[in-house]
């Protein structure tokens, strides 16, 4: 993000209504009115790594909105206030491909930065390793427009949007390949 500020989208304090809501450091704003300090801190986010039943393709999603409309993906999403990450997982695999999940096995995370209506959402995205009940019903909705096993050895990783599902699923094929 260079030298601009998290915060710089936010002029005014969100308590009082202050303008005088300055930085206090790389990654806090003041009000040099009221006192109140903002950390803009990283939002939590999931990804789950689905493997067909032969053990040799990886579930791979084909973003249907921006950022990176188009692009492969993993699913997941945002984890919502008072939820677990896994609770987001397997609400994030039920929205977008209509799938249950039976385990999920936390694996790892990344940093990353996602870009949304102008303003740059500093990440910690969580990856699992998902178990699935039944492929069968898998019906893509919500954030993705299309569904795919790919085998291990045909993943282009230049086809992924996403700067750390691309280092995620890298490390998931030199560790599973």
């Given at each position: 993000?260079?030298?601009t500020?998290?915060?710089?989208?936010f002029?005014?304090?969100?308590r009082c209504?202050?303008e005088?809501?300055?930085?206090h450091n790389?990654?806090a704003?003041?009000c040099?009115?009221c006192?109140?300090?903002?950390?803009?801190?990283?939002?939590?986010?999931?990804?789950?790594?689905?493997?067909s039943?032969?053990?040799q393709e990886l579930l791979?999603?084909?973003?249907?909105?921006n950022p990176?409309?188009g692009t492969?993906d993993l699913t997941?999403?945002f984890v919502?206030?008072d939820?677990?990450a896994?609770?987001?997982i397997c609400?994030e695999i039920?929205?977008?491909l209509?799938?249950?999940?039976?385990?999920?096995?936390y694996?790892?995370?990344l940093?990353?930065t996602?870009p949304y209506?102008?303003f740059t959402?500093?990440?910690l995205?969580l990856?699992?390793?998902?178990?699935?009940?039944?492929?069968?019903?898998?019906k893509?909705?919500d954030?993705v427009?299309?569904?795919?096993?790919?085998?291990?050895?045909?993943?282009?990783?230049n086809?992924?949007?996403?700067?750390?599902?691309?280092k995620?699923?890298?490390?998931f094929l030199m560790e599973?390949v």
């Amino acid at each position: 993000m260079g030298t601009t500020h998290p915060l710089n989208l936010f002029k005014f304090c969100p308590r009082c209504g202050s303008e005088r809501f300055v930085e206090h450091n790389t990654k806090a704003k003041v009000c040099r009115q009221c006192g109140f300090q903002y950390y803009h801190n990283s939002s939590a986010a999931v990804a789950g790594f689905i493997i067909s039943s032969n053990g040799q393709e990886l579930l791979l999603c084909t973003r249907a909105k921006n950022p990176y409309k188009g692009t492969l993906d993993l699913t997941g999403g945002f984890v919502d206030n008072d939820e677990t990450a896994e609770e987001a997982i397997c609400r994030e695999i039920k929205e977008e491909l209509n799938l249950d999940v039976t385990k999920a096995t936390y694996l790892f995370s990344l940093p990353n930065t996602y870009p949304y209506s102008d303003f740059t959402v500093h990440t910690l995205d969580l990856f699992f390793l998902v178990e699935i009940a039944n492929i069968e019903n898998l019906k893509c909705a919500d954030d993705v427009s299309a569904a795919q096993f790919i085998p291990f050895k045909n993943i282009d990783i230049n086809a992924i949007g996403l700067s750390s599902v691309k280092k995620a699923v890298n490390k998931f094929l030199m560790e599973h390949v």
